[in-house]
Structure formats: structure tokens, C-alpha cells
Nanobody
Framework: QVQLVESGGDLVQAGGSLRLSCAASGTIFSINTMRWYRQAPGKQRELVALITSGNSTMYADSVRGRFTISRDNAKNTVYLQMNSLKPEDTNVYYC??????????????WGQGTQVTVSS
């Protein structure tokens, strides 16, 4: 079993910055793509950014130029640096990881979510 734990969510003023972290634990052999999603109440979950095992990245248009996704493979951790935050960035942010675990083979795991609130 592979577990993901997010941290770093907080209340911040517009224009501020936050750094989210998501650490994967378990009998992990390899992690392929890692993603950050966000979801507001009553809305569909939105893909914010992803990073592949080769460190290729992709961003939603709404965050490109303000957010940066990165990963530390030695720590099985993905980060989301969020700068120039806007009130519309207020959401619960979830991380997702896909890979291979020694115990269960392929996995597709989600974290529990971390709340980001941006005040105007």
C-alpha cells in the first residue's frame, strides 16, 4: 500500500506564497507521474500541474508562470511552489502519484488534501 500525505496548506493574503509538499510512503519501487489537483466545493477536480519521472512538467493555464512543480525522488516527494496567489486559488489541493510498489505492483494513490485559502 502506498500512502500520500500533503502538507503546507494555510491562510495567506493575495499576492503571497505557499509551498505544498506531498510525501509518498510504502514499499515503493518507482514513481512515474506526480500530479497536483485542486477542487472547490461543488466543482470538478481540476488538474493544476504534473511532473513526469523525467522531470517534464505541465501546468494549467490559470497557474502557469505563478506555480512551480518539482520533485525529490530520493524522498518520494513532490512540491508545489505557489507564488502571486489569488483569491481564486482558494481550494483543497490534492496530490496524486502513479508508479510501481514492490508489494502490490502498479498503484494510483491520492492524498487526503490540504486547504489553501487566499484572502483578498
Amino acid at each position: 500500500q502506498v500512502q500520500l500525505v500533503e502538507s503546507g496548506g494555510d491562510l495567506v493574503q493575495a499576492g503571497g506564497s505557499l509551498r505544498l509538499s506531498c510525501a509518498a510512503s510504502g514499499t515503493i519501487f518507482s514513481i512515474n507521474t506526480m500530479r497536483w489537483y485542486r477542487q472547490a466545493p461543488g466543482k470538478q477536480r481540476e488538474l493544476v500541474a504534473l511532473i513526469t519521472s523525467g522531470n517534464s512538467t505541465m501546468y494549467a493555464d490559470s497557474v502557469r508562470g505563478r506555480f512551480t512543480i518539482s520533485r525529490d525522488n530520493a524522498k518520494n516527494t513532490v512540491y508545489l511552489q505557489m507564488n502571486s496567489l489569488k483569491p481564486e486559488d482558494t481550494n483543497v489541493y490534492y496530490c496524486n502519484a502513479q508508479g510501481i510498489a514492490r508489494s502490490i505492483g502498479p498503484f494510483d494513490s491520492w492524498g487526503q488534501g490540504t486547504q489553501v485559502t487566499v484572502s483578498s
